[in-house]
């Protein structure tokens, strides 16, 4: 086990704690870079699909994870960031331009519904959300001229500075940039006044209140920036699909994006990254499996629907704290081979907590 | 113009009368507690002056302003800090980022800067570690710098919660039980910190307290409430002996 001894501030503020964790991230960076040499083209699709719900997963981790605010209606952000994108590629917008409205018009959406709904609390809130959706659905499907209704619309391949995005290794490499810009802003906002604000935020409102902490300006930014990146991801899958439809960003898709921070687990950035690698390996692992069971359970109908919503459930009694959670546990169980303790990371129960207030 | 008022303060409610028609000033650099029976109003009188609750009538003024009908997260901007009685730290943030909240409004970076982590904001953020490290020492935190809140003991937590008040830089200390589920040995030191607090901060305090040891010790001035209404001002001494006190507390003589 590695001790570090603290003698300067900075040591609490810089990205990397120290070189060991430089190291790694720097290894981990090389093998992303040279991913498309080693894995064939269908891989590297889905590798871009993990990295477009990496950035939703980091949106959606952003509010719920950190700022402690649920929404299940975060399709409807991905849509209005997929349609911008397609209407503005249509209009001959260069990409950089177009992929900057998706984000800005995706998160004047959660600016307009977060005002509001901001107000309500829990599962209010969830519900008032889950309302948003439905309604930009159905706006989505009626407003014809501007969406295509039904019949959906095209998007074609994306050209980003001449460079025509035409495979999955260049769109790899372009939704890698985006993931790390992305990565590097929410983490230079977590370790500024602003992030705290949100912790504070989830923890105990009131007390953030007494601190001076203007409770509905952060929550409004929590909920404008997780629109905005989801936003953004809406505009990578919709060029990744090459084809959008209404019935793309119903609730179900909702529900799957708010299961990902809650299986890769809450509050981290590593739980959003896993959770988005988590949703898009199951369904691979599960067709997989279909091949090797008996045709009694492996064709049975609703096969990967059940399975998902059983791991959901194991998880939520089993690990909390989701795949980021067993992988700290796990680093813990190594490094301090072999004193590690089954209960190291029960929580104590808390005290008494007054709902006097709330 | 005194530096902290309270005029006529009523609060109902619906039918019940939480706290009716109380009076009081607090003069800068003293402790004044605020004492009573269980249900006498006095953390609603707290409740008032931190803006959770509107009042029905009556005003409070802070250093000549009026502060009702201010939104709650002023307050704290005003330089009035509170704790609270059941604890209402961050669980799942370690007792640094606690303090850090604490030094939010002192914030002057933009989001966007933020965003970018501009230098400004790393100095600023230096900055406020190293007001928070005065705080640290002064309550003999460093122990417990980086433990997470969720696993500290109960007398650790009151402390953190002492220490993320004094990190808004108060100019008035609302300190509401200071001394609830503490030992004889901890409420001891808190008897030593409101002390401090008072001679080497000047911070004003008001504070409310069961612990009568405690508040004869290091209050200046004594209020006694019973069902919301006001019963006896003055040192503490002359308030544990006035018979209204006496009555609410133990009841009338046969």
């Avoid at chain 2, 931190?50 to 201010?70: A, D, H, K, V």
Wanted: aromatic residues 10%.
């Amino acid at each position: 086990m590695r001790f570090l001894f603290k003698t300067d501030y900075d040591q609490d503020i810089r990205l990397f704690k120290d070189g060991v964790q430089m190291f790694w991230y720097a290894l981990l960076g090389i093998v992303l870079l040279a991913l498309p040499a080693v894995l064939p083209e269908y891989l590297m699709g889905q590798m871009v699909f993990i990295l477009i719900y990496a950035i939703i997963g980091l949106g959606l981790m952003l509010l719920i994870g950190f700022t402690g605010q649920i929404s299940l209606g975060h399709a409807a952000f991905l849509a209005v960031g997929a349609y911008t994108e397609a209407i503005m590629q249509a209009k001959g917008m260069p990409f950089v331009v177009s992929i900057v409205l998706s984000a800005v018009f995706a998160g004047a959406a959660g600016l307009i519904v977060g005002l509001p709904a901001l107000r309500l609390k829990g599962i209010y809130l969830a519900i008032a959300t889950m309302a948003f959706g439905f309604i930009a659905e159905e706006v989505i499907t009626r407003w014809e001229h501007v969406t295509g209704g039904n019949s959906g619309k095209q998007l074609k391949q994306i050209d980003f500075f001449g460079i025509i995005i035409d495979n999955d290794t260049k769109f790899y490499y372009l939704a890698l940039g985006l993931v790390v810009i992305i990565l590097l802003g929410m983490i230079n906002l977590m370790r500024s006044p602003t992030g705290r604000a949100f912790v504070a935020i989830r923890d105990s409102e009131i007390s953030a209140q007494s601190m001076g902490i203007h409770l509905a300006k952060y929550k409004t930014i929590a909920f404008t920036f997780s629109a905005a990146l989801t936003g953004v991801a809406g505009a990578l899958y919709g060029h990744k699909l090459q084809f959008i439809s209404p019935e793309q960003f119903n609730l179900l898709v909702s529900i799957e994006m708010t299961t990902l921070v809650f299986i890769g687990g809450l509050g981290s950035f590593h739980g959003a990254i896993f959770g988005a690698a988590f949703i898009i390996a199951l369904p691979q692992l599960i067709v997989f499996a279909k091949d090797v069971l008996p045709p009694a359970i492996g064709q049975q109908t609703g096969l990967q629907p059940t399975v998902f919503g059983l791991i959901l459930i194991g998880f939520l009694i089993f690990e909390p704290l989701g795949i980021y959670g067993r992988w700290v546990k796990i680093r813990t169980y190594f490094s301090l081979f072999p004193f590690y303790r089954r209960g190291m990371f029960k929580r104590q129960k808390s005290y008494m907590k007054s709902d006097r207030l709330k | 113009m005194s530096f902290f008022k309270a005029e006529n303060l009523s609060i109902q409610f619906g039918g019940v009368k939480a706290v009716t028609n109380v009076s009081f000033e607090v003069q800068q650099g003293e402790v004044f507690t605020i004492i009573g029976p269980n249900g006498a109003g006095k953390t609603t009188i707290f409740n008032l002056i931190s803006l959770i609750y509107p009042p029905t009538s009556g005003r409070i003024t802070f250093e000549g302003r009026e502060i009702t009908g201010m939104t709650p997260h002023r307050v704290a901007n005003l330089g009035i800090a509170r704790t609270f009685q059941n604890i209402e730290l961050f669980e799942h943030a370690s007792v640094l980022q606690n303090l850090l909240i604490g030094r939010h409004n002192h914030t002057a970076t933009r989001l966007w800067q933020e965003l970018l982590f501009m230098p400004s904001v790393r100095r600023a953020e230096i900055e406020h570690r190293e007001a928070v490290e005065k705080v640290i020492d002064f309550l003999d935190l460093q122990h417990h710098r980086d433990s997470m809140v969720a696993g500290l003991p109960y007398g650790v937590r009151k402390v953190v919660e002492l220490g993320r008040a004094l990190c808004i830089g108060p100019k008035l200390l609302l300190l509401d039980e200071p001394s609830s589920g503490l030992n004889p040995e901890e409420t001891d030191d808190m008897a030593f910190w409101i002390e401090d607090i008072k001679k080497d901060l000047g911070v004003t305090v008001l504070m409310v307290e069961h612990d009568m040891s405690l508040v004869s010790r290091v209050s200046d001035r004594v209020l006694a409430l019973a069902q919301g209404e006001m019963l006896s001002i003055g040192t503490s001494r002359e308030v544990q002996s006035d018979p209204k006190v006496i009555e609410a507390y133990l009841g009338k003589p046969e």
